[in-house]
């Protein structure tokens, strides 16, 4: 029977081609794949016939040639364009009400968070399969919100100089949560005495994040970490609107006031019924917008498996502190000292009690 050669091409939003995009077919006369060259090419030939056509590729929406579960009939020569959308648009954009959070399509939602500050650095140091792993775990224990650093500073982590997420790998790493169904709350500053100490430098690295990280939908901003530890001034920089955004973490006393879209905090680690209440701050939610509330308040960083308590139960009780308000993170030594190492046992069942807490 004869063939006719079909010239499939892969591109993205902005018509850039897409290297390495897998073609998969099945029709009658049997399953075929195919991957697209360096200028998103893949050339076949097909016998005339009713093809169905799914095409993935890192970073993007798998899309149908045509619409699910129709095929596409080929029977002439020539080119099939095959645009997909960036995943990084996949998710729904979340806004702050006055006490919670909402979804584009008006869904109250929580943060159910877990610390991974360095997850980024992983990705730009190992590539993208080496955080698979790790992001099936977290999202094997129900989470949905991962937060993650920009920039680090030398002497912690194993870091023997100053690091920052090169610009160019943002997007390709917020497209790879996306795919797992994870939120990144990105932290632009942190270590700003080793990284950038000027003023000036500091509001180029912030502007330069957020001119690449635009119309990414499962972005969500915070401008720094602990200020006070970190030497930058919250005051210096101005609140983005196509974003949702909190201008600092602090320790308690709101002195980072005025607030943005809403305030993510460092809780006490002990006592550990102390602790737990960190992870429903009320205050925030029923006090003066100009002090202390009046918006959404996530507990960024709390007590820790195997430090402050060995007993699940704890963060059964944190998360569900958690649910009482507009959620919280999950704080361990595999999200933070560890590098987003795999949680040991103990880690996983306090992280599944945390989110389990939270989620009812």
């Known amino acids: ?10 591109q993205d939003p902005n018509a850039h081609p897409i290297s390495g995009a897998l073609i998969r077919a099945q029709s009658d006369h049997g399953p075929w794949q195919g991957v697209t060259n360096h200028v998103g090419d893949f050339s076949a030939n097909l016998t005339p016939g009713e093809y ?3 095409v993935t590729a890192d970073g993007f929406q798998p899309r149908d040639i045509e619409a699910p579960g129709v095929p596409a009939k080929i029977g002439n020569p020539g080119t099939i364009t095959i645009g997909l959308n960036d995943a990084t648009t996949a998710l729904p954009r979340i806004h702050a009400g006055r006490w919670d959070f909402i979804t584009d399509d008006g869904v109250r939602t929580r943060i159910v968070g877990s610390t991974e500050l360095m997850l980024a650095y992983r990705y730009d140091q190992e590539g993208p399969d080496a955080i698979r792993a790790v992001l099936r ?3 094997t224990c129900g989470f949905t919100n991962l937060r993650v650093l920009w920039q680090k500073g030398r002497g912690s982590n194993g870091l023997t100089s100053p690091w920052s997420m090169p610009l160019e790998k943002l997007r390709p790493f917020l497209a790879q949560l996306a795919e797992y169904g994870f939120y990144c709350e990105g932290v632009i500053l942190a270590d700003c005495q080793d990284v950038n100490p000027s003023v000036a430098a500091q509001q180029g690295r912030v502007n330069a994040v957020r001119q690449t ?24 920089f101005t609140q983005p609107f196509d974003r949702l955004a909190a201008n600092a973490s ?8 005025p607030y943005w879209d809403f305030f993510c905090f460092s809780g006490r680690r002990s006592p550990v019924q102390a602790a737990i209440r960190e992870y429903g701050p009320v205050e925030f939610l029923y006090g003066d917008r100009a002090t202390w509330g009046g918006l959404p308040a ?30 919280g993170r999950f704080h361990s030594d595999a999200g933070t000292a560890g590098n987003s190492r795999l949680f040991v046992p103990l880690e996983f069942a306090c992280a599944t009690a945390f989110v389990q807490g939270m989620i009812g």
Request: aromatic share 8%; with cysteine.
């Open 1 to 10: 029977m004869s063939t006719v050669q079909v010239l499939f091409h892969v």
């Open 52 to 54: 169905y056509i799914t």
């Open 137 to 139: 775990e977290r999202q």
């Open 213 to 236: 990280t635009v119309g990414i939908t499962n972005n969500i901003e915070e401008l720094g970490n602990e200020y006070q530890k970190n030497f930058f001034d919250p005051k210096n």
């Open 250 to 257: 602090a320790v308690e006393g709101g002195e980072d006031a």
């Open 298 to 327: 996530i507990c960024d960083e709390g007590f820790k498996p195997g430090q402050q308590s060995s007993d699940p139960r704890d963060w059964e009780r944190a998360g569900a502190q958690a649910r009482s308000c507009n959620g």
